[in-house]
């Protein structure tokens, strides 16, 4: 399947055998950066969209039992797809890396409790761009310290993004 995209994509096909899906999925995206943005903006849209269905979840059964509810269908689901094999990765190694990378589940609650709460009493675009004016101020400052590998530089041009990105989520959350 790899050799089909690459070779739709105008690439020259990999020729180093059976690939995980991890790598293969890795790998496509590799051949154009323009997919790794669409599959962003799919997992953007979804976010909006699942805030949305978890606010009215939250408020049928209430905040908390909503986040558990969901928490425990995504968890059925992902068991689902582990069974099937996919990735190379594997379950003993959750201890190789750092202790705080530990901490994406409880920050998953607290998101999915946040996302949940905040769009119910909000609405989806104000409570999305007040998520995503802190969201990407904190990716801001992971990257600019290459907490997570990756070290960017400040220009005064991404600077001046960071600004007019402020200024624009408080043109949005005006009232």
Known sequence: ???????????????????????TVRRILELRPVLAYLVAALAGSSMALQGAFNAILGNRVGSFQASFIVH?????????????????????KITDGPWYAL?????????????????GTLGVAPATTAILFAQIG?????????????????????ALGAVLFGLGAWLLLKR
């Not at 399947?1 to 790598?23: H, Q, V």
């Not at 425990?72 to 003993?92: E, F, N, Q, V, Y």
């Not at 609650?109 to 769009?119: D, E, P, Y």
């Open 1 to 23: 399947m790899l050799d089909r995209i690459a070779l739709f994509l105008g690439r020259d096909p990999p020729c180093d055998g059976a690939l995980s899906t991890d790598e």
């Open 72 to 92: 425990a269908i995504g968890t059925c689901l992902l068991g689902m797809i582990l069974l099937l094999g996919p990735g190379d990765g594997g379950l003993g």
């Open 103 to 119: 901490l994406g589940g409880p920050l998953n609650v607290l998101i999915i409790w946040g996302v949940l709460s905040s769009v």
């Open 138 to 158: 904190t990716a801001l400052l992971l990257d600019l310290t290459g907490l997570v590998g990756t070290r960017i530089s400040f220009t005064p041009l991404k």
